[in-house]
Every structure is written in C-alpha cells, then in structure tokens.
C-alpha cells in the first residue's frame, strides 16, 4: 500500500470508527433525532426503530472505519464501504431543507458540518478508482 493509500484511508477510517464507538448506547432521543434526519437522505432509514437506528448507526460507522484502517482489507473494497456511508451523508445534505442555499448546492450555515462529508465521497472514489502499482486494489 503507498503512503498516499495509507493517508488517504487512515484519516476517515480513525474519524468514522471513533464516531461510531462515541454513538454506541446512544439515547433514544438523539437516537430519533439522528434518525429522522438520515432518512431524509434513506428513507428505508425512517422505518427503523430509535434503537435498532442507533445500532444500525453505530456498528456500521465501526465497520466502515475498521474497513479503512486495516491494511488487508484492499482499498476498493474500504473505498466503496465509504462510498456508500459518505454517499448516505451527503444525500442527506442535499434533501435535508435548510442544509443548502437555494441553489440545492451551496451549504447554508447549518448545513456546512455536513456538507464537508462530499470530501469522504471523493476519498472514496480516489480508493476506488485507483489503480496504483497492484492491480487487485491493495
């Protein structure tokens, strides 16, 4: 793996497993809050219980970042689990009202926090996409 793959897998893959650990046993509160938002972007998201979310949310915020941080899993397969947890993020932004200015693009000032997840979208792709020195995308 080169040291570019390694940073550009290390960094999202310690943000988003950290994120996923501080949401285990997460109330049902922030729980039903985090929910409603998530299926404005999935909605299959909003047919899930506050609690059976909060698992869904955190176990696979672990999964993805383990994904990303451990070297024998090949940077396509990490690039396209982050692929779709950026992609579910940055859906949300965009169908979220309020997140964008009226343009559907821009961020408002609510919505830049998750605006900046398009740049896990495009980390995603560059693992995806590269082909580097090992043709099987380790």
């Known amino acids: 793996m ?3 793959t390694a940073i550009l897998r290390a960094v999202p ?3 988003i497993l950290n ?3 501080g949401k285990l046993g997460m109330d049902a509160q922030t ?3 985090m929910r409603g938002m998530a299926a404005q972007g999935v909605p299959p998201l909003g047919r899930l219980s506050p609690e059976q979310f909060a698992k869904f949310l955190s176990y696979g915020e672990i999964a993805v970042g383990a994904a990303l941080l451990l070297p024998f899993v090949p940077s396509r397969a990490a690039g396209l689990a982050l692929a779709g ?3 579910a993020m940055v859906s949300m932004y965009l169908r979220t009202p309020g997140m964008t200015e009226a343009d559907g693009l821009r961020p408002t000032a609510e919505g830049t926090a998750v605006a900046k997840d398009s740049w896990m979208l495009a980390i ?3 693992l995806v ?5 090992n043709p099987k995308g380790q």
Not at 129 to 133: S, T
């Open 124 to 126: 995603a792709a560059a």
């Open 2 to 4: 080169s040291l570019s």
């Open 31 to 33: 729980a039903e809050a």
């Open 85 to 87: 947890f950026s992609g």
């Open 19 to 21: 994120s996923g650990i």
């Open 13 to 15: 893959g310690a943000f």
């Open 129 to 133: 996409l590269d082909q580097g020195k």
